[in-house]
């Protein structure tokens, strides 16, 4: 997105003034638009805590795309019952886990 000078000003606590010296000095890009300054909205320099907004807000997305398009591995689920199943007999198995009632 273009911004004017006015635009570019005042997230940064600058004046249109200091934003043309920035310009003049070659420390902030910008080109003509026939008499007036655009500077691009990417252009803008940032603070630390715009940068780790913007990490944050990066990491969000990645994870709301990633979710929408399911591209993380499904994970299986076990319940106890299959885990005992499954794995290799040592002792009997107890009885809450076969559903028989305990031996009296």
Do not use: F, N
Request: contains cysteine; positive net charge; proline residues 11%.
């Amino acid at each position: 997105m273009d911004l004017s000078l006015r635009q570019a000003a005042d997230p940064l606590g600058k004046s249109p003034w200091q934003i043309r010296t920035l310009i003049q000095t070659g420390r902030l890009p910008a080109h003509k638009d026939g008499s007036r300054w655009v500077i691009r909205s990417e252009d803008l320099p940032l603070s630390e805590g715009q940068r780790r907004a913007k990490a944050r807000k990066k990491r969000l997305l990645r994870a709301v795309v990633d979710d929408a398009l399911d591209t993380q591995p499904e994970k299986t689920r076990y319940s106890v019952r299959d885990i005992i199943r499954c794995s290799p007999p040592t002792s009997p198995p107890p009885s809450w886990a076969t559903g028989s009632a305990a031996p009296a």
